[in-house]
Each structure stands twice: as C-alpha cells, then as structure tokens.
C-alpha cells in the first residue's frame, strides 16, 4: 500500500505541475488531452479498487468478524459470557477507502460524465474578446453543441459521424488554423464553393450584396460610446452587426495562409473563393474582429460545434437565453 500512496502522489503531482505550468504560461495547455488523461487515470484506479483493493479490504473485514465469532466460540466454551467482542469499529476502518483511492477512483464516474458531455454533446466557452458584438459580449457564458456538426472523437479530433453541414449564418466555434490549441468563435459567411465579398464594409454573396437595414445604435458599456448597428440577413438569418463607417475598409495585416491566392486583396477590402472542404467566417464587429480576411479558411478539421446558448453572464443576468 505504500508503494500506491507514493505512485499516486506522483501522479497527482504530476497534474497539478501540469496544470500550474499551463496557468503562469510556461506552457501552453491542452484541456481536451488533460481530461482525457484525467479520465483514463482515475479510471484505472476505480477498476483496480472495484477488482482488487475493495475485495481485499472486504476479506479483511470479514477476517477480523470471523476471527471475533471463533473467539466468542472458545469464550462461551470456558463459560465465560460478558465479554466485549464489538468489532464494527475495526471492520469500518478496515472497510474505509484510503485517501489515494478517493482521490482517484472516487473522482472517477464525475470526470467521466464529465469527459463524455464535454466530447460528445455540449461544451461550455467562455467569450474572450469583443468580436462577436452585438450578438456576443465579453464574459457571456455559452454552450457549444458538439454533435450537430458531428461527433469528433477528443485529442485527435477524427470526425466519426456525419452530422449537417455548417450553414451561413450559423454562430461556430473553432480550432484556430494558425494556433489549432485555440478556441476562436465566428459567423460562418462563406460555405465551400461561394464567393464572399467584403468591400467598402458591405458584404457581398455570390454576386449578390446581403440586404440590411439600420438599427439603433449599440451602446458599449466598456468604451462608453455608441456604434452603428446594422442589420443583416444572412440567407433569411437575420443578425446585427457593427459597423464603423470611419474605419478602413482594407484588410492591414493579412496573413500568408493556406488558398491564399483564391482571395484577391484591394484598398476597398476582400474577395474570397471558399475551396472545397473549407469555411470563410467573420465576427460580426465587422471593424474589430481577426477573422478569415486576415488568417485565411477554416478547415472541416477544425470544427468544434454551433454555438447556441448563453448561459451565464455574471454582470448581466439578462444576457441568458438563445441567439442566432
């Protein structure tokens, strides 16, 4: 037992060295693979114990009450009755999970449930950056559903079921394509296939300018000023957007990604060729926003899922509900 007790305190290190490492920067961390491992660990742990450590605990147990009933057997023999043979507290001790076990095992059916709605069906994120304003704002709690655009397995990402396509206008979170370890989120535009224009800050699909219509004017709480608000409809997905006329309409500072030479670069903006396999996505700040103008198409391998819902935003409860 006392080899498990330094084994397990090795390993428990080990993850919070990794985890500490992961919040001072000195690495750059992976939540998928650290639950993963997290979750193969704790499971190794609970099959030892249902298999191994709780039988063993068990036959000793029932050892001492056997050991405690002979006893009693020899006592009455000699004629000697009051006599005290209590041996529940021994047996509780003998039954108690020891500490490395409840930190593994015990931890185990939590962070697989955990684990498995995480991989599978729902993930929550937590809005980083103003991007997506007015649809997003920073702090919003939401949740990404992880199946509609079909299952991926974790770590390796290999997509096992089908699922429907991402379709414009849909809110997406994605694997960042020049730093995959990233979550970024971003309207989708451009479905392979389409041309996506955006010039003199006016999109433009397939030939054919997205109709809009102005709306109030947003106010930003965290710049105390207010912005002109658009609103877009997006193949009948109807959205708002921000727009400032008195920002540039070129696109400073694109990078050289892969399909570069399907977009063609002007002092009046962009225009895009979506290649097969691929998805031109925007933030629907239009003016502040690192989207696919500058670092180029997601590809189908990035997907991580559709986000649909906020749950939480601790400065503003009212924040909570569905968004499109």
Not at 101 to 130: H, Q
Not at 170 to 179: A, C, E, L, T
Not at 194 to 217: I, M, S
Request: proline share 6%; aromatic share 14%; with cysteine.
């Amino acid at each position: 037992m006392q080899f498990m007790q330094i084994l397990t305190s090795l390993v428990l290190a080990a993850f919070g060295g990794y985890i500490g490492a992961w919040y001072l920067g000195v690495i750059e961390g992976n939540f998928a693979l650290l639950l993963f491992l997290a979750t193969v660990v704790t499971g190794v742990y609970w099959l030892a114990e249902r298999f191994y450590f709780l039988p063993q605990r068990r036959r000793a147990a029932q050892a001492v009450v056997d050991a405690a009933a002979q006893r009693r057997v020899e006592l009455d023999r000699m004629g000697i009755q009051k006599v005290d043979l209590d041996v529940t507290e021994a047996q509780g001790r003998l039954l108690m999970q020891p500490w490395w076990l409840d930190w593994t095992a015990g931890l185990f059916p939590v962070i697989a449930v955990v684990f498995l709605l995480r991989s599978f069906l729902f993930e929550p994120f937590k809005i980083p950056s103003g991007s997506m304003v007015p649809t997003l704002l920073v702090g919003d709690l939401i949740l990404v559903n992880k199946f509609t655009y079909g299952i991926r397995l974790p770590v390796i990402h290999t997509q096992i079921t089908e699922g429907t396509r991402p379709a414009r206008g849909d809110v997406m979170v994605f694997r960042y394509p020049p730093q995959p370890s990233l979550d970024y989120i971003k309207r989708v535009v451009g479905v392979p296939g389409d041309e996506v224009a955006y010039r003199n800050k006016r999109l433009t699909l397939n030939g054919q300018p997205l109709p809009t219509r102005n709306a109030p004017d947003f106010f930003d709480e965290g710049a105390m000023r207010y912005f002109k608000q658009l609103e877009e409809d997006l193949n009948g997905k109807t959205h708002r957007v921000l727009n400032n006329p008195d920002a540039p309409a070129f696109v400073q500072g694109a990078t050289d990604f892969p399909y570069r030479e399907n977009c063609r670069y002007s002092v009046e903006g962009v225009v895009c060729k979506v290649p097969a396999g691929h998805y031109f996505l925007m933030g629907d700040n239009r003016d502040n926003s690192l989207d696919s103008r500058f670092w180029g198409f997601v590809p189908e391998r990035n997907i991580v899922g559709k986000a649909f819902f906020v749950w939480m935003n601790f400065g503003n409860i009212q924040r909570i509900g569905a968004f499109h």
